[in-house]
């Protein structure tokens, strides 16, 4: 068992069993922090995968801690019912146990999470070898976890910075709705791109406050088509027809903002194409949180957690406080960013 400890100012370091190798690393995800400890490097590379430029050397005060084990034969607690089984989005088979207290995530055959969201803490059992299957769902589980803790909602959607960097916007979808575009051709046209899928929204007093997470783009060949000035790609596409890139290597063509906490100014909820130009509208608030809610909360056959409620409550406050807007984006995407600003300004109040 990981021991926690108090270095003097407060900060917490995480003592691991000795072990042959030993791995820890600490994020501070803009004040929310997260520790994890493995018995190998190659689990918490993962975290650093995703989460390199929040890596810290010193531990956040009340941060959310992750330990993972090595287990040859892991089990799920006994005594938790299961409320889903399934394929991840990585299409691996997976199953979520969960009660009021603690949420387990497994991916079947490799091991599983356990998330005990009142002591901000999870522990992961793993079988050696397994390594890829923690990579995606169990660490985007963790991720959330640990940002609820601190207060912060992680929202599926891309997040932008405003042309002039006063603030930013959200652009919600569901996945293959084309927040990927959307973002490549907003960013062309001067708004500044931080993240094409994952954004967390910080509640303040003066208003919710965002930014995104960054990560590989995974791009369409279809938006390659569309925007011939990303330049070629190999011929090597998925089963989705899309294949992933480093953000970095289009630097010299779009903008990129740093995943800084700025003022949130408008949600953008994408709707089907349109066939012709660009249309905006002003979207009802319920519309939007049923809409956002459904890609983005659980609802098990045993009903909404308590996570998961306060989950809904935190879209449901953002959007009190937010304009959102419907956009059916059209085929001529170069217009897209003059246009979208055109219609904040006619549709978003001051």
Not at 158 to 170: E, K, T
Not at 211 to 227: E, F, N, S, Y
Request: proline content about 6%; aromatic content about 6%.
């Amino acid at each position: 068992m990981a021991e926690v400890r108090f270095r003097p100012g407060g900060l917490l370091w995480l003592k691991l069993p000795i072990m042959a190798e030993q791995a820890f690393v600490s994020f501070d995800l803009c004040g929310a922090g997260l520790t994890v400890a493995a018995p190998r490097r190659v689990w918490t590379d993962h975290f650093v995968r995703v989460l390199s430029r929040f890596e810290t050397e010193n531990a956040v005060v009340d941060a959310f801690h992750c330990v993972i084990r090595e287990d040859a034969s892991p089990t799920p607690p006994d005594g938790i019912p299961m409320t889903w089984e399934g394929d991840f989005l990585e299409r691996r088979a997976g199953r979520l146990y969960e009660t009021e207290a603690i949420e387990v995530v497994e991916v079947v055959g490799h091991g599983h999470v356990a998330i005990k969201h009142a002591e901000a803490a999870a522990e992961a059992s793993m079988k050696p070898g397994s390594e890829a299957a923690f990579s995606f769902t169990p660490l985007m589980c963790v991720l959330d976890a640990a940002l609820r803790s601190a207060g912060r909602v992680l929202i599926h959607a891309a997040c932008l910075a405003l042309p002039d960097r006063s603030g930013a916007i959200v652009v919600c979808a569901p996945s293959g709705f084309g927040k990927t575009t959307t973002s490549l051709a907003l960013a062309r046209g001067g708004f500044g791109l931080v993240s094409d899928d994952a954004s967390i929204v910080e509640p303040r007093s003066e208003g919710p406050f965002v930014w995104g997470l960054p990560r590989r783009l995974k791009v369409h060949h279809q938006t390659v088509a569309m925007m011939p000035w990303i330049g070629e790609f190999p011929d090597t596409w998925n089963d989705e027809g899309e294949q992933a890139i480093d953000t970095a290597t289009l630097r010299d063509l779009i903008s990129i903002s740093d995943p800084v906490p700025v003022p949130l100014k408008a949600v953008v909820v994408l709707g089907s194409r349109s066939d012709s130009g660009h249309r905006f509208a002003l979207l009802s608030k319920a519309e939007a949180l049923i809409r956002i809610a459904q890609d983005n909360v659980s609802n098990s056959s045993t009903g909404v957690k308590v996570w998961n409620r306060r989950q809904f409550d935190a879209y449901a406050e953002l959007l009190r406080s937010t304009p959102v807007l419907q956009l059916n984006a059209g085929t001529e995407v170069d217009s897209l960013p003059a246009e979208l600003m055109t219609a904040l300004g006619q549709l978003v109040p001051d």
